[in-house]
């Protein structure tokens, strides 16, 4: 990949692992619960033609440090994707988070809003509802409870809409045996301390501290974030504008990945000029 570059930073007491790839103004790229910055890749090979993306590992995931901590705070990883701007000389990124990840956008958007081009979120909530919380708990109390193939099937069951599951099991499949082949493992210890992560977000009261222009994208058949913690985002983050996945899950930007590229691409074109 053109302008790729990887390295492991000294942020906020521990190293994560971050990767830059393509060129231009920067985009920061901030991945969902338990997966590395690598899950990035089918979006990137659109956006590494016009940006300089910049991938994270979450603390806990992919090649970053895993302190044994009960839980992590998405307010801690949003000090971390801040320092990691920090020692790369960046000033101003576009943003994009999934799920997680997209929790953590919120939290740098509101603390540090003139470092924030714009904003991406991608199937995430600003608070949990009940349906989200009992999704959480059941994989948090079953990482380590459960084999490995049972919990990813169960895992996919959550994150996939139905449509695709039934009608791309291939894909699925696919998609399960490149997670159980990354090289790099979650200990069960940082999955769940990323779950409580989840858990403890809420947002909801702040979002109006948002300045940056912003993309909400969801899927409508999305298990995990209910349609009105969609439009919570959008209704209370100021000017926030909707992408709404017809056929999509939690998922949807790997399950219908053209539209998404096509539609966040155009996005944060309209928002670099």
């Not at 989200?132 to 169960?154: Q, S």
Request: with cysteine.
């Amino acid at each position: 990949m053109e302008g790729a570059f990887e390295q492991d930073l000294p942020i906020n007491g521990h190293h994560l692992h971050v990767q830059t790839i393509g060129r231009g103004t920067p985009l920061l790229l901030l991945m969902g619960l338990g997966a590395a910055g690598d899950k990035w890749a089918p979006n990137v090979a659109v956006y590494q033609e016009h940006f300089r993306c910049i991938l994270v590992d979450n603390l806990g995931a992919g090649r970053s440090d895993k302190p044994q901590q009960e839980a992590y705070s998405v307010a801690e990883m949003a000090r971390d994707a801040a320092a990691v701007l920090d020692a790369l000389g960046v000033e101003k990124a576009h943003v994009n988070g999934i799920s997680m990840g997209g929790a953590i956008a919120q939290e740098l958007a509101i603390a540090h809003p003139q470092r924030v081009k714009s904003l991406i979120l991608t199937s995430t909530f600003a608070s949990v509802s009940n349906s989200f919380r009992t999704a959480i708990e059941t994989l948090r109390d079953n990482i380590d409870v459960m084999d490995k193939k049972a919990f990813k099937r169960l895992n996919q069951w959550m994150t996939f809409a139905q449509k695709t599951q039934n009608t791309r099991p291939d894909f699925l499949l696919e998609m399960a045996q490149s997670d159980a082949e990354y090289p790099y493992p979650m200990p069960s210890y940082a999955y769940k301390a990323q779950c409580n992560a989840c858990l403890g977000h809420n947002a909801a009261d702040r979002l109006k501290k948002i300045t940056a222009p912003t993309l909400v994208a969801a899927g409508a058949c999305d298990l995990f974030v209910p349609y009105e913690k969609t439009m919570e985002l959008c209704e209370k983050i100021p000017n926030a504008t909707l992408y709404l996945c017809k056929d999509g899950g939690h998922v949807h930007e790997w399950e219908h990945l053209e539209d998404y590229n096509r539609v966040t691409l155009e996005f944060l074109l309209a928002q670099n000029e």
